[in-house]
């Protein structure tokens, strides 16, 4: 079946510091992949997506390139700002034999806290 | 444009009461979605609709009920309770299955089962 694997947290930076958030995946198709954020009390948006290998998905400074090679797609970041603490999920969505319901895999979610 | 709204954002329950939690969304999306959130362990599907009328189960429904009489509103149902089903629950909605199409997520019903 089909899994999301991502670095455990919580993770705490300093203002400017550069992030990445590790992700890894198994899936048994070819999968499309997102990063959700979730701020405090808040539901879950999506931050960014990519839809085949070697695409790079962007979005407020984030970054991810989805590297089929690896399976992998990481978050990185060159200089968070205290209001990009939040909860970070990893998930793909991948096409079940024809039966595409638009289901969600997601990771376990990797808490980031950013200090002035 | 309100979205996807959930109601309640929060309630207590003592084991063996039952209780709706209702989702609704205003952007006419067929397909809508009931996850749980946990400690540690992300999102889990309970159930989705494809639909108005239709349900289907995901992942973890065991101890839920779901029914879609319109399109626009998603009701997650907990018949009895039980401890185990303290979370964070999370509806969603999407204008159709495709595999980049976007799902929208409500702010999230938080329970707590005593």
């Known amino acids: 079946g089909n899994s999301v694997t991502q670095m455990e947290g919580p993770v705490t930076l300093s203002e400017e510091a550069f992030l990445t958030i590790n992700c890894t995946y198994t899936?048994?198709?070819?999968?499309?992949l997102f990063w959700y954020v979730q701020y405090p009390g808040e539901g879950l948006q999506l931050l960014l997506k990519?839809?085949?290998?070697?695409d790079k998905g962007s979005n407020k400074g984030f970054e991810a390139t989805y590297r089929k090679e690896t399976t992998s797609f990481h978050l990185e970041k060159g200089s968070v700002q205290v209001s990009d603490s939040a909860v970070y999920f990893c998930a793909l969505s991948d096409h079940d034999g024809g039966t595409s319901y638009g289901k969600l895999t997601f990771g376990q979610g990797t808490i980031l806290t950013v200090h002035p | 444009n309100a979205g996807v709204t959930q109601t309640p954002k929060f309630r207590v329950l003592k084991t063996g009461q039952s209780m709706t939690l209702l989702c609704a969304q205003d952007m006419n999306h067929e397909y809508m979605y009931w996850y749980r959130q946990d400690p540690g362990m992300g999102l889990r599907l309970i159930h989705y609709s494809v639909g108005e009328g239709t349900t289907a189960k995901g992942e973890v429904p065991d101890g839920y009920n779901v029914s879609r009489l319109k399109k626009q509103n998603f009701l997650l149902g907990l018949e009895s309770a039980a401890p185990s089903q303290t979370s964070v629950y999370f509806c969603?909605?999407?204008?159709?299955?495709?595999?980049?199409?976007?799902?929208?997520f409500g702010p999230g019903t938080r329970l707590t089962v005593l």
């Open positions: 899936a048994t198709g070819y999968p499309s």
């Open positions: 990519a839809t085949k290998a070697d």
């Open positions: 969603a909605s999407s204008s159709s299955p495709g595999l980049a199409v976007l799902q929208f």
